[in-house]
């Protein structure tokens, strides 16, 4: 609404719609977004995850069991994947549609 509050007020004072948009600076459109943002609710959002198909289970349970020691070093992990990526490097697309 602050947008559209600045167009109305700014439309009178310039020749050519693309001159309007010149109106605009970047300290504007942040405290533009800034406002908007500050008026999304919790419940807005709650309803956009629902939309997208994402909901909320009493059910749902996290991995508890999670232990960082059980999981590889990034290290360990970088080495695996170069190997992997050589070793795809050498197949061509003749050997892959076999």
């Known amino acids: 609404m602050l947008i559209l509050n600045h167009i109305l007020a700014k439309i009178g004072s310039v020749s050519y719609i693309q001159d309007l948009s010149k109106t ?9 977004t800034t406002k908007a943002w500050n008026q999304v609710t919790s419940v807005t959002i709650e309803n956009c995850f629902c939309k997208a198909g994402f ?3 009493e059910d749902f349970q996290t991995d508890l069991d999670f232990v960082p020691e059980d999981e590889p070093p990034l ?5 695996m994947y170069i190997a992997v990526k050589i070793n795809l490097s050498q197949f061509t697309l003749g050997i892959i549609i076999r």
């Open 75 to 79: 290290s360990t992990i970088a080495e």
């Open 55 to 57: 909901t909320y289970s």
């Open 24 to 32: 605009i600076y970047l300290l504007a459109a942040i405290y533009f």
